[in-house]
């Protein structure tokens, strides 16, 4: 019998494979930087990696003794090395790092997460040649170090924050120790720390138990009588928490001699960056009359406004602090941002793309903890009853997606406001509530006229009938 061939069903059009798209031929890997080297940092020592014809030995091994960094930089300047490159390894890379800077090399901090080498190959011979490596075909990218002087204010206002966390512990062993004598004060005053707490707290200590007499030490302000003050401050006084509660106190008190030094070591910090006059009329009335909580101890406002040439409190939910926090984590110059996007990718602020088989898998933000970034997200969380343009489009964000993604997006866009005014020294100008719910409305009236026009109907305004 003659066999019989099944022919295969003629594919549908739907079917058909899809042509694919020729990418265009790439270029092969070309040497960018020829003399480069690599550096293994390490807490003891560090292994460095040159090119293979500067030296006999190309690896070598330096400890972390200062007169050994100045013979590593020797032996670098000697195999005519010019780029180097070393991650972020803790606090061990600043001493080569400075010295290295210091001494005319181009140095690239980059990120351990981004020079990961092949699994099962780890070693400080193999980690400082794979450096060398890379570094020589232009395939890192360094991290951003801001200038000396704000590395300097950047150091003592990181400390500050340190200290403030040290006190805000001993604030919670004073409570601690109230707490177990039944007094009770925390519940009839917001603010243990507070005028009125204070007062009571030192009473107590210099030995005065009297509840009456401790009562009549409240504020004017608060709004429990003094009758209901005094009930809360009938306890048991037992000695340990007397002493427990003093010694609370103390620290809390040497720790407030330790910021006000950090104050005035930063108000000299900002002086040096000093490279703008304040306007004839001055900067204006603040947003607020009286400080906040933990604030700087000089007028930071007027400092901050001669070193940048603009004033970044004028923008919704950004007061002194965080200004001040801000310009010691990027500083005043943001030349090495060579647009908003760049900036704000830095700060881990935009959104990310993780695209697969041409699906959108991802638009997270990167994980990175940026200190400026934590400044403008702590600042968009103030803009939830602020009654401006900025407030009343962070509210819009909250009420379309989840709160930390609303914080996120308005920190981005405070983050972008802060870019411009630095970087094209143009003043914050406040639009207005009013105004942009206006704008909001006009941009949804033509969204509804856009897509009428394309369901072939008209959009048109409904007409109001005389009463």
């Known amino acids: 019998m003659p066999k019989t061939v099944r022919k295969s069903p003629e594919a549908s059009p739907a079917s058909k494979a899809k042509p694919i798209r020729k990418r265009a031929k790439t270029a092969s890997l070309s040497i960018a930087y020829p003399n480069a080297c690599g550096i293994d940092i390490g807490a003891t020592s560090?292994?460095?990696?040159?090119?293979?014809?500067?030296?006999?030995?190309?690896?070598?091994?330096?400890?972390?003794?200062?007169a050994d960094l100045e013979r590593l930089v020797r032996?670098?300047?000697?195999?005519?090395?010019?780029?180097?490159?070393?991650?972020?390894?803790?606090?061990?890379?600043?001493?080569?790092?400075?010295?290295?800077?210091?001494?005319?090399?181009?140095?690239?901090?980059?990120?351990?997460?981004?020079?990961?080498?092949?699994?099962?190959?780890?070693?400080?011979?193999?980690?400082?040649?794979?450096?060398?490596?890379?570094?020589?075909?232009?395939?890192?990218?360094?991290?951003?170090?801001?200038?000396?002087?704000?590395?300097?204010?950047?150091?003592?206002?990181?400390h500050r924050d340190m200290l403030l966390s040290y006190q805000a512990r001993h604030v919670q062993h004073l409570q601690k120790a109230m707490t177990q004598m039944n007094v009770q004060l925390h519940h009839v005053i917001s603010d243990i720390m507070g005028v009125t707490g204070q007062a009571i707290v030192r009473a107590i200590v210099a030995g005065e138990r009297d509840a009456a007499t401790l009562a009549k030490l409240r504020d004017r302000r608060i709004k429990a009588d003094e009758a209901e003050v005094a009930a809360a401050?009938?306890?048991?006084?037992?000695?340990?928490?007397?002493?427990?509660?003093?010694?609370?106190?103390?620290?809390?008190?040497?720790?407030?001699?330790?910021?006000?030094?950090?104050?005035?070591?930063?108000?000299q910090l900002l002086a040096n960056l000093k490279g703008h006059e304040l306007p004839e009329d001055g900067l204006g009335a603040p947003k607020r009359g009286t400080p906040a909580k933990n604030s700087v101890g000089f007028d930071a406002r007027t400092s901050l406004f001669e070193a940048s040439g603009v004033d970044l409190t004028r923008i919704p939910g950004i007061d002194t602090s965080t200004a001040l926090k801000v310009i010691s984590e990027i500083g005043v110059d943001l030349a090495r941002f060579p647009t908003v996007k760049h900036f704000t990718s830095w700060l881990g602020l935009c959104p990310g793309t993780k695209i697969s088989g041409g699906k959108v898998l991802s638009s997270a933000t990167k994980p990175c903890a940026n200190r400026a970034a934590q400044a403008l997200r702590m600042a968009a969380q103030a803009l939830r009853k602020s009654q401006t343009a900025l407030g009343a489009h962070h509210r819009r964000l909250c009420?379309?997606?989840?709160?930390?993604?609303?914080?996120?997006?308005?920190?981005?866009?405070?983050?972008?406001?802060?870019y411009f005014m630095l970087t094209k020294g143009q003043a914050f100008v406040e639009a207005g509530q009013d105004e942009y719910e206006e704008r909001y409305r006009q941009r949804v009236v033509q969204n509804l006229a856009k897509r009428a026009r394309e369901m072939g109907f008209e959009l048109k305004p409904k007409e109001l009938r005389p009463a």
């Not at 040159?50 to 091994?61: G, Y």
């Not at 181009?106 to 020079?115: D, F, I, K, P, S």
């Not at 009938?234 to 006000?260: C, M, P, S």
Request: proline share 4%; with cysteine; hydrophobic share 45%.
């Open 399 to 418: 009420s379309r997606m989840d709160k930390p993604k609303a914080i996120t997006a308005s920190a981005h866009k405070l983050a972008r406001l802060v």
């Open 75 to 158: 032996w670098l300047r000697q195999c005519a090395i010019t780029a180097v490159a070393m991650e972020s390894t803790g606090v061990y890379w600043i001493p080569l790092f400075e010295m290295l800077d210091a001494a005319g090399f181009e140095v690239h901090l980059v990120n351990a997460r981004h020079v990961r080498s092949v699994p099962g190959r780890k070693s400080d011979v193999l980690d400082c040649q794979w450096l060398q490596q890379l570094m020589s075909y232009g395939l890192l990218r360094g991290g951003f170090r801001p200038p000396e002087e704000v590395c300097a204010l950047r150091a003592v206002w990181r």
């Open 233 to 267: 401050l009938q306890g048991n006084w037992r000695d340990e928490h007397l002493f427990t509660l003093k010694q609370a106190l103390a620290l809390i008190d040497t720790y407030a001699v330790q910021i006000t030094e950090c104050d005035g070591k930063l108000q």
């Open 46 to 66: 560090h292994f460095v990696a040159v090119p293979a014809d500067r030296d006999a030995e190309p690896v070598q091994e330096f400890a972390a003794f200062t």
